[in-house]
């Protein structure tokens, strides 16, 4: 079966090893005092056989490393010795590396194989990893993730299984299994002992098929078909996902990065794909599930991280937001560039460009200068690349003044030369810069925003009123937001790179190089080595190869470290979670890295809590993809038991009243029910909360209430976590509904409603809050409850 975990980060990710006791119960769990949990003791089991590799892995290191030593220490008489010793050292130089980059991953899955129909073969069991290895029997206790026989482990899905009972993804950091998801194909074929050892959503979706009426299984067959067809979809053009709470939109996301990532390998391994993610607790959830072809193929972002370099992930308030989000700030960023383009005249008040040098005052008219930056502007080369120009013409100009105030004759071939020399003075540096300065994106904002005589008169230009140009005012070193990235994109865009400081590093590195081969020759030379001719009548070794093969150039870059430095990477394939809430500027940073267009968009737009968010897919997406975007809707809800979601429903009518709410599976779970506290919140909630922490045993809490109250909230409750504060992990934690997204918990208590419901994405908001619980929910609150959550009354 083809599902393993809900939307979000799952309970069972807090627990971080086998002894945690925050942990959630599967179905069917001995629950008496002192048993061991089924899931205590698969993480034993599997700790067991991951213990055995790492044990392997050493002896392999140590065997390597005794190999290496004897290499170096191997006889060098004579070229045929020398050579044998360089190839042979080179080899274990390379296996140690090699033995070396797998520690962390070597082991993520394991696949469970069906035996024959006619019981004559054993069931199979094979475990893969970043490496094969064999015990000391030659018995193979790890298989590559490159062999074939690895393959159904990225390619097995519900409606072709290619022979598996059952997926299992190990989560292992430092040497311990911390975390197991399962995956079941079919559960008739699994003994009793790993039935009652599923973990995660599986366990939920075993017991769903043993149910007791004919509907069970005809839910649990829709599933299966859903998001097979998720998982399979073509590679091109733009999938989208769009599916209500507890649908499983990320699990088929996820798997959809490993079926395309193994499918279409030759297109994906050369350039990668980005999984775009809506905050770090997503991003560490599917770096810890997502196999990832070794980790070597995709990068992991939120839209708070896409410019490398920037760390943002504070949201500004929904007024400043709004501003931001909009396509107009592409003409607010233009407009800034535009203006630190200047003439002699805005820059200096004067109308000629004057400058005091040693030689004397140089002055270039007015009307030169206007020439120059008006060719400039016309190349549409981008700022920073057009500067070169606008610099070596100013210089040019600069020296025929310098040779007419000297009475010496101009020489056009000289005036190069001469520009080259003014341009080590400092006040011709300056002169320069005032007029076509060097910039960053980075330092073009921040002194935008930060000026607010320049914020009036550029956003002027970009047609933005009093009111939003107020809106983007803020203190100079302020903290870069999640909705400034986007802006930062396009500011690097307009502003591209002048290549000077590249050009002088390659010219510097093929110096270098030009030294080592010339050394490397030497040696050969001296040796004798440099005439040793083998059969075909070519030398044995060339001086290039021989510095080559010593030249430590560092370790090896995979895909996704190139990728994740580079701005300006593009992507064979995106994938975007939480989707309803990039901004049109966002849509534009991440349609930027990947003009193929091969996207798999992945949200709900009744959870659209970002004031321009996204409210209808084509309307986001046709501008970029046009007649490429096929929706796939997934109906089922299989996480949120269906009297929450009635309740949910209400809402929802009001959020999005053109959506339809996902039905519900499961039943089970405490009624939903509303608090009224008679005196402040502060006093009451603390017992509320405990009430409920004590209800649901071992698990988690949330506690969710609106952008206004969450300090109170957390005030309140000391011992609780915040997110992104430290203590995300804890039993208790505090939350705004955006901060709640794409997570859940086994109780939600809800603070203060109507305070959600003021918010401007109000009743989305609010959806989202009452759709965050598995088990219990609660709706706290000190005035009359809103009229959507009537049910509860």
Not at 262 to 278: N, W
Not at 380 to 398: D, F, G, K, S, W
Not at 543 to 564: F, I, M, N, W
Request: charged share 30%; hydrophobic share 40%; proline share 6%.
């Amino acid at each position: 079966m083809e599902l393993r975990q809900a939307d979000t980060v799952p309970d069972t990710t807090a627990a971080t090893t086998p002894s945690d006791t925050a942990t959630r119960r599967s179905p069917g769990e001995d629950a008496r005092p002192g048993a061991e949990s089924p899931e205590r003791a698969a993480l034993a089991e599997e700790q067991a056989r991951v213990s055995a590799m790492y044990d392997r892995l050493d002896v392999l290191r140590a065997h390597t490393e005794e190999q290496l030593s004897a290499a170096h220490l191997q006889d060098r008489s004579g070229y045929a010795a020398l050579v044998e010793r360089e190839d042979r050292s080179y080899a274990q130089a390379r296996r140690r590396a090699q033995l070396g980059s797998v520690e962390e991953g070597l082991c993520f899955g394991r696949i469970d194989l069906a035996a024959g129909d006619g019981g004559d073969e054993e069931p199979e069991t094979l475990y893969v990893g970043r490496i094969g290895l064999r015990d000391a029997d030659h018995e193979t206790i790890l298989v590559d993730w490159r062999a074939p026989a690895a393959r159904p482990f990225y390619a097995a899905t519900p409606g072709d299984p290619a022979g598996l009972t059952r997926r299992r993804h190990l989560r292992v950091r430092r040497r311990r299994v911390v975390g197991l998801d399962d995956e079941v194909f079919d559960p008739d074929r699994l003994t009793e002992t790993d039935r009652r050892q599923l973990v995660g959503e599986a366990a939920l979706l075993a017991s769903l098929r043993r149910g007791r009426t004919g509907r069970m299984g005809d839910i649990v067959a829709t599933i299966q078909s859903e998001q097979d067809r998720v998982i399979r979809a073509g590679l091109s053009g733009a999938l989208v996902v769009q599916g209500g709470p507890g649908t499983g939109k990320t699990v088929a996301a996820l798997h959809r990065a490993a079926y395309l990532l193994y499918t279409y390998r030759r297109v994906l391994e050369r350039r990668g794909v980005l999984v775009v993610g809506p905050n770090p607790a997503f991003l560490r959830y599917i770096g810890d599930v997502l196999p990832s072809l070794g980790e070597t193929d995709v990068v992991m972002r939120t839209v708070g991280t896409l410019v490398p370099g920037v760390e943002a992930h504070r949201h500004d308030p929904h007024a400043t937001a709004r501003v931001k989000g909009s396509t107009r700030m592409v003409d607010l960023v233009r407009a800034a560039v535009r203006d630190r383009q200047r003439t002699p005249t805005e820059a200096f008040g004067d109308v000629d460009l004057r400058v005091e040098t040693d030689t004397g005052v140089l002055t270039v008219p007015g009307a030169e200068c206007g020439r120059v930056l008006s060719a400039a502007r016309g190349s549409r080369r981008a700022h920073n690349a057009a500067r070169t120009y606008v610099v070596n013409a100013l210089l040019t100009e600069l020296a025929r003044a310098e040779a007419t105030l000297l009475s010496r004759p101009v020489d056009e071939e000289d005036l190069p030369f001469h520009g080259r020399r003014l341009w080590q003075e400092d006040p011709v540096r300056a002169a320069i810069d005032a007029l076509w300065p060097p910039l960053t994106p980075q330092g073009l904002l921040e002194e935008l925003f930060s000026d607010p005589e320049a914020l009036e008169r550029v956003g002027a230009r970009a047609g933005l009123d009093p009111d939003e140009r107020a809106a983007l005012v803020r203190a100079r070193g302020s903290a870069w937001t999640v909705e400034d990235v986007p802006l930062l994109d396009e500011a690097a865009e307009l502003l591209g790179r002048d290549g000077s400081a590249d050009r002088a590093r390659e010219r510097r590195e093929a110096a270098e190089r030009a030294q080592e081969e010339r050394y490397a020759q030497g040696v050969l030379e001296a040796t004798g080595l440099s005439e040793v001719r083998v059969w075909d009548g070519s030398k044995l070794i060339e001086g290039a190869a021989l510095a080559e093969r010593h030249r430590d150039s560092g370790p090896d870059l995979t895909t996704a470290d190139r990728a994740g430095a580079d701005r300006e990477w593009t992507y064979g394939h995106v994938i975007v979670d939480e989707a309803q809430e990039l901004s049109p500027m966002a849509w534009r940073a991440v349609m930027r890295r990947v003009p193929t267009r091969s996207l798999t968009v992945v949200g709900d737009v009744a959870q659209t809590g970002n004031t321009m968010g996204t409210r209808s897919w084509l309307d986001a997406l046709e501008p970029y993809v046009r007649e490429k975007v096929h929706v796939e809707r997934l109906r089922v809800n299989y996480r949120t038991p269906a009297p929450i979601m009635a309740v949910a429903a209400d809402v929802l009518r009001e959020a999005a009243p053109r959506e339809e709410p996902p039905e519900s599976v499961r039943e089970e779970g405490d009624p939903p029910r509303a608090v009224r506290f008679e005196g402040p919140w502060a006093v009451e909630l603390p017992a509320l909360v405990a009430e409920e922490t004590e209800a649901i045993g071992e698990g988690r809490v949330a506690v969710i209430t609106g952008d206004r109250d969450v300090d109170g909230v957390a005030a309140a409750l000391p011992e609780a976590g915040r997110a992104g504060r430290g203590g995300d992990d804890r039993p208790v934690v505090v939350l705004t509904a955006t901060e709640a997204k794409g997570l859940e918990f086994d109780a939600v208590v809800v603070v203060e409603p109507d305070v959600l419901l003021e918010q401007p994405c109000g009743a989305n908001d609010l959806y989202v809050a009452l759709t965050r619980a598995t088990r219990r929910l609660t709706v706290a609150h000190t005035r009359e409850l809103p009229r959507v959550l009537k049910r509860l009354a």
